[in-house]
């Protein structure tokens, strides 16, 4: 029988390696930290798609006002579209989008991909309305016929009562009957057709001012020349907003541009006063500005329709002139 001695001396040279076995199954394996690329797959492509933008190169004598309206802009967001602080600063050879630039993709803080730890809000269960013990054999589908403002017991007896009372739910039989109302049905084919022949509906115009018509429309002018008196009342030919008021267009003297909508302009030209800032919302038929000779050899006004920024033959989209 071994001593006490001789069992420590027995185990001592096999505690040194029960000792690291223990510590290697207390250690705790950790796996690398995953990466995620928290980017927008759009930013982390390499080939970034620019869209069907429309350029323009600058040429010599160019304005960005002129560049504006013959493509049918506003030179305000022109100048946006492509950083210009200053209106009259543009250089041969500069190459200027005719379109908003497309929108670049932001690196979002919060990326959409990642889910917010939701919170479960437990919302109060209503309270279940028990019925006495002793009514599990109760058909549901008769004591639907139970009057809402009291409950009485249930019982062969009752139900056939509740049947025969006069403020029972009458049955079908006895309900009025509902006479669906007639409406008039409405033919767009009119309408339609109507659109297809007179596309330019949109837009109802007037004439800018009264007076002898000096100038038609012609590859040699954009527009037609209106004679006139000095101070005589310049109008809007249709409503819509004034996104030029200045006389940085050389050739045209004062000049009054209002955008319509995104297909038409018109253009005031020559005028001795303008009347209406850049931004100011105008009504068919106001005074707009004051009738004038600047840049041109007489009072006259000189008066344009753009479509998409190409001059367009006025005549055709005024009413016909009273003689």
């Known amino acids: 029988m071994l001593s006490l001695d001789g069992v420590r001396d027995t185990l001592a040279p096999l505690l040194p390696p029960i000792f690291c076995l223990l510590l290697a199954s207390c250690s705790v394996t950790q796996s690398p930290v995953p990466v995620f690329d928290r980017a927008p797959a759009s930013q982390r492509s390499t080939a970034v798609s620019a869209g069907n933008v429309k350029t323009y190169t600058v040429q010599r004598g160019d304005t960005l006002y002129g560049i504006a309206l013959n493509n049918g802009l506003a030179y305000k967001d022109l100048a946006e579209w492509n950083s210009i602080g200053n209106p009259n600063a543009i250089d041969v050879g500069q190459q200027l989008n005719l379109s908003p630039p497309p929108a670049?993709?932001?690196?979002s803080l919060f990326p959409l991909s990642?889910?917010?730890?939701?919170?479960?809000?437990?919302?109060?269960?209503?309270?279940?309305?028990?019925e006495p013990r002793g009514r599990s054999d109760v058909n549901t589908d008769k004591l639907k016929t139970e009057p809402k403002a009291f409950r009485v017991p249930y019982?062969?007896?009752t139900l056939a009562q509740l049947k025969g009372s006069p403020d029972a739910i009458p049955s079908s039989a006895d309900r009025p009957e509902v006479v669906p109302e007639r409406v008039a049905r409405i033919n767009p084919e009119p309408q339609a057709q109507a659109a297809e022949a007179n596309p330019d509906v949109s837009v109802e115009w007037v004439w800018p001012t009264q007076g002898k018509l000096l100038e038609g429309f012609s590859e040699g002018s954009k527009g037609v020349d209106i004679a006139g008196k000095s101070g005589q009342a310049v109008l809007a030919s249709a409503p819509g907003k004034v996104v030029y008021s200045g006389n940085g267009l050389r050739g045209y003297g004062n000049l009054i541009i209002i955008k319509h909508n995104d297909t038409y302009l018109s253009a005031y030209a020559h005028n001795s006063k303008l009347l209406m800032k850049e931004g100011q919302v105008v009504t068919r038929g106001q005074k707009i500005a004051e009738m004038g000779s600047v840049d041109a050899g007489q009072i006259k006004l000189h008066f344009e329709i753009r479509k998409h920024g190409k001059p367009v033959d006025?005549?055709?989209y005024l009413p016909a002139m009273s003689k």
């Open 104 to 107: 670049s993709a932001q690196p």
């Open 114 to 130: 990642q889910t917010a730890p939701s919170t479960t809000i437990e919302a109060p269960i209503p309270r279940a309305v028990t």
């Open 155 to 157: 019982s062969e007896q």
């Open 314 to 316: 006025p005549l055709q």
